[in-house]
């Protein structure tokens, strides 16, 4: 992929302020995917549902992501990706409308599954919009900025939208997305600049990207990763209430504390990953499953659990900079299909850790269900490791290779 052509058009502050644009439209869409968690029961009340029904809103999200991650790269060859993005965006404020106003359960699906075709699309195209958009030696800082967006979302999604349920209505909660995907459109419109496609792969692109050396060990490691976070994520609240024993009020006061370390974190690792980008992907799941063990040894106590919460909020919200700093560098010339699976890989793996965490915590217990995770976050420390020792040692030998003859003793 040519990159020096989009970034001689784009003056710095002109790029950066794309950037918080697409950052903003990362934040939109976070907070819209979400938003359902804290809103199942008045959903269900007004639709005639079980709430059983109503969080398959979260499942059909999660399908059309990775349906649409997967493809989308393929199916908008030769779509300039500034007319991409805005698309994508504009399906979001369509989501918002339809899912707000949906007078039945299968319009209200079909609302949710707009929101997850926007999230598969846009993120599969994150990395390959920051890699043209920034100079090289900035993407990292911008997909710290990006990846802020989504750290805030997750942060504020489900408090804010409990809070606005309460006043104006679930309908009125997810109509709140319809204003702010506006103005995310209008920014986008006017900062990105004119990105021509250069994808000449076809449907099965995403998986092709799988015969470069380095990228299987990176996408096993960032599937077990997230399989490994989620399993233990998800069930937190059941752990607080039977564990820890407190009562919601500081099990919301602990979430917040989690998301403000993850906004810190994402802040920080953006001044690090640029140089020690394999030691931090193999040292934050080996430090998160440290915690996860530490959670079964001291959950008792409402100052360790803190604490642990404060650390893994700082690393796991952090993670997903280094991931997709990792894939800018693996496929810099192909972070379009990369992208796509690696969307793809990271919501099947959040999907499997979440059915998977929940198994286990109803059959044996928190315990098997946070040492299952440990685990699982060591294996992913394990194959980056290997997959980083692998990229050196081939490196070492294309450099021996490039020692002259007359060099030689």
């Known amino acids: 992929m040519d990159v020096t052509t989009d970034q001689k058009t784009v003056q710095p502050m002109a790029a950066w302020s794309a950037v918080f644009a697409v950052s903003l439209c990362a934040s939109t869409l976070v907070a819209t995917e979400w938003m359902p968690v804290s809103l199942l029961t008045p959903i269900a009340d007004t639709l005639q549902l079980t709430e059983g029904q109503a969080g398959q809103a979260i499942s059909i999200s999660g399908l059309f992501a990775i349906l649409t991650s997967l493809f989308i790269s ?18 979001t404020l369509v989501s918002g409308v339809v899912v707000a106003l949906a007078p039945n359960y299968p319009v209200f699906m079909l ?15 994150s990395a390959a ?11 990292p800082r911008a997909l710290a900025v990006l ?36 103005l995310t459109l209008l920014w986008q419109f006017v900062t990105l600049p004119k990105m021509p ?78 140089q020690r980008l394999y030691t931090l992907l193999v040292v934050m799941p080996f430090a998160m499953a440290a915690m996860a063990v530490a959670l079964t040894v001291f959950g008792s106590s409402l100052g360790a659990t803190t604490a642990l919460m404060f650390l893994w909020g700082f690393v796991g919200t952090a993670a997903p900079v280094g991931w997709w700093t990792w894939l800018s560098k693996a496929l810099p010339d192909d972070a379009e299909a990369g992208g796509g699976l690696m969307v793809a890989v990271v919501q099947l793996a959040i999907t499997l850790g979440a059915a998977g965490g929940g198994v286990l915590f109803d059959g044996s217990g928190y315990r ?16 980056i490791l290997i997959g980083a020792l692998r990229r050196k040692v081939k490196a070492d030998s294309q450099c021996a290779a490039c020692v002259p003859a007359s060099a030689t003793p």
Do not use: H
């Not at 393929?74 to 399906?91: F, K, M, N, P």
């Not at 598969?120 to 195209?125: I, K, Q, Y």
């Not at 946070?370 to 060591?378: I, R, T």
């Open 74 to 91: 393929a199916s908008t060859r030769g779509i300039d990706r500034r007319s991409v993005l805005l698309g994508l965006t504009s399906i």
């Open 147 to 182: 990846n802020g967006g989504n750290a805030l979302a997750t942060t504020i999604a489900a408090p804010m939208g409990s809070f606005l349920g309460q006043y104006i209505g679930w309908r009125g909660a997810f109509f709140c997305v319809v204003p702010i995907a506006a």
């Open 368 to 383: 098997a269900t946070f040492l299952f995770s440990a685990v699982v976050l060591v294996l992913s420390s394990i194959v």
């Open 197 to 274: 496609s250069q994808e000449r792969a076809g449907a099965a692109a995403a998986f092709k990207v799988l015969r470069r050396p380095e990228v299987p060990y990176g996408m096993l490691a960032a599937a077990l990763f997230f399989l490994g976070q989620f399993s233990l994520f998800t069930y937190l609240r059941p752990f607080f209430e039977t564990i820890t024993r407190i009562d919601v009020t500081t099990i919301s006061a602990l979430l917040l504390v989690m998301g403000v370390a993850g906004l810190v974190g994402t802040s920080l690792i953006g001044m690090i990953v640029r």
């Open 129 to 139: 919009t920051m890699i043209r958009i920034v100079p090289a030696k900035d993407v």
């Open 111 to 125: 609302g949710r599954a707009l929101v997850g075709m926007a999230v598969g699309g846009f993120w599969s195209m």
